[in-house]
């Protein structure tokens, strides 16, 4: 019997050397074709590709198609040379394709080949866009009410390698994520497994560890939807992909892959049209706050620049404001990098560095089309500012972000360009600074009396409010603190909410910054008008038991 299993096991090793060998070969083949291999075993067939061809031609052509993106293929074969494979190209092509070859070995093809038993079944269950079936995504939206629930659905399916499972894993995470409104998917192998999480209310939240043979499929598969390429493991790729819930308009998945130590790494950012869609009104501005923004918006020309980190909110606000302003009779252009949301009834444009198309050159482009109101992503360079400001003098309202820490920051910002003050000065008409904060969850937040710590830095900032502003009454309040439940992930927060703070370019800032002013000078403009920092309106909305104390200082630092 020890006999038997030590012969068996000598002829597995030699079947695993014989594949290795043909691999190699299938490689050098591969450079003296001018062709880049692939091995089919460790990517993930598309079999709305493989059923194009039947699998006695595509045996007949010693070929497989792996994948299909419109009518572009892209088909291992083993050779071209073979009059089989040439004479099915042939016909492909006739039928309107177009493609791209690889060359595979046959022990590869053979795996390819295997997948045709999944065919039909394919074909009854696939009613989905870009491979991605809605009717999964609503079983899962349904199933899935939390992260524990999550979690207890996606553990035991990780467990398998199986290929329709791994494509059953990615609905299940992209239902759950807009399920639980979360902004981003990400995916990071470590050494032995892969480590799943969802940013919900911009905090990043573990899901579940991905055995590495899943993570790999699952690597695969998004890549396939996403249309980069699979065979590409080096260098950083970026595409998206859409899913079309029946129930509301086409949501597009933003992909980002990256290679790392142990793989590449995945992102899928969720750009769901939703979130673009909120009124000013819904924002968070306090009311007197609001009333100043939409009197700004009012103006026929000059510049609004909002600022503020990655994710906090700059482009809803800006959208929003677009929406505030836009008729039929007003023509709105946007030049973005990239287009994160596709706006029915505006025009977006975006840049492509690898074709000279900046912000800078985009925007000249832009003013040739006789817009109203413009919309610039970002303003990164002095070309791109000096246009921008040339534009808002000369009948346009431009809406642009700018990195600075704070409203009074935008000023010597730009001066740092070597935009000249006197250009600043009548082009701009209002900065605006903001954060989001995480919302407590209404069905658990408790109420508390709070701590002489938390009394006195409460205290301390209503205290300091600007001279003149109404104060609520703080001779005795009550905090409210999280706790955490099923409603909000055992997070104690639900949602988020902006805090902000703003700089009018009124006469007196206009003839301040004539003198390159100081950012503390600019800071004491913003007392004058009576307008809190962004860590007082935090503390507003604290009293008012919309956030915590905690959630203020992590967002807008503490005081």
Not at 220 to 249: A, C, M, W, Y
Request: charged letters at 30%.
């Amino acid at each position: 019997m020890a006999g038997f299993d030590l012969q068996e096991e000598q002829e597995k090793r030699l079947q695993e050397f014989r594949t290795r060998e043909a691999e190699d070969l299938t490689r050098i083949l591969a450079r003296k074709y001018d062709l880049s291999y692939i091995d089919l075993s460790g990517i993930t067939i598309d079999l709305d590709g493989l059923q194009i061809l039947k699998e006695k031609d595509a045996r007949r052509g010693q070929m497989a198609i792996f994948q299909k993106i419109g009518k572009k293929l892209r088909i291992a074969i083993k050779s071209p040379n073979l009059d089989g494979t040439k004479e099915v190209l042939s016909t492909l092509k006739d039928m309107g394709y177009s493609y791209e070859l690889f060359l595979s070995s046959e022990h590869s093809l053979g795996r390819a080949w295997s997948r045709y038993k999944e065919v039909p079944e394919f074909l009854e269950t696939k009613r989905g866009f870009i491979d991605i079936s809605v009717e999964r995504l609503q079983e899962f939206s349904e199933k899935i009410e939390n992260i524990k629930t999550l979690r207890d659905t996606l553990d035991p399916m990780t467990h398998t390698t199986q290929q329709r499972k791994v494509s059953e894993i990615l609905e299940a995470v992209v239902a759950s994520a807009l399920k639980l409104g979360a902004s981003d998917i990400h995916v990071e192998p470590q050494e032995k497994e892969a480590r799943l999480r969802l940013r919900l209310d911009g905090m990043l939240q573990d899901v579940v560890m991905l055995p590495f043979p899943v993570y790999k499929l699952l690597l695969s598969r998004v890549k396939l939807v996403s249309e980069l390429k699979l065979n590409i493991h080096q260098k950083p790729q970026d595409g998206r992909f859409t899913i079309r819930p029946e129930e509301r308009r086409d949501i597009e998945v933003r992909t980002s892959i990256l290679p790392g130590a142990y793989g590449e790494s995945i992102v899928m950012r969720i750009l769901d049209p939703q979130t673009i869609s909120i009124e000013v009104a819904n924002l968070g501005m306090r009311p007197d706050l609001q009333i100043i923004v939409e009197d700004q918006l009012k103006k026929p020309n000059g510049m609004i620049l909002t600022t503020g980190p990655t994710g906090s909110g700059k482009t809803t606000t800006l959208y929003a404001f677009i929406k505030k302003v836009y008729t039929p009779d007003v023509k709105v252009i946007t030049i973005e990098d990239p287009i994160e949301y596709h706006v029915i009834g505006i025009n977006q444009t975006q840049v492509d560095a690898s074709k000279g198309y900046s912000f800078a050159t985009g925007l000249r482009s832009i003013l040739r089309q006789d817009p109203d109101v413009i919309l610039v992503g970002e303003i990164r360079d002095l070309e791109t500012a000096n246009t921008a400001m040339h534009a808002a003098l000369t009948g346009h309202q431009v809406f642009s972000t700018l990195h600075t820490n704070d409203a009074a920051g935008t000023i010597p910002r730009l001066i740092d360009l070597g935009v000249r003050p006197s250009i600043i000065a009548p082009a701009v008409n209002m900065s605006m600074a903001q954060r989001l904060i995480r919302k407590l969850c209404e069905a658990c937040k408790k109420k508390d009396a709070p701590t002489p710590e938390e009394k006195a830095k409460i205290t301390h900032a209503i205290e300091t409010l600007p001279k003149g502003m109404a104060r609520p009454d703080i001779s005795s309040f009550s905090l409210y603190h999280p706790q955490g439940c099923n409603e909000c992930n055992d997070t104690g927060y639900k949602g988020r909410i902006g805090i902000f703070e703003i700089l009018l370019i009124d006469d007196e800032v206009e003839r301040l910054i004539l003198e390159s002013p100081s950012h503390a000078k600019l800071r004491d403009e913003m007392k004058r008008q009576r307008i809190p920092n962004l860590f007082q309106d935090g503390m507003l909305k604290v009293i008012e038991g919309i956030t915590s104390l905690e959630e203020v200082e992590r967002a807008a630092g503490a005081k």
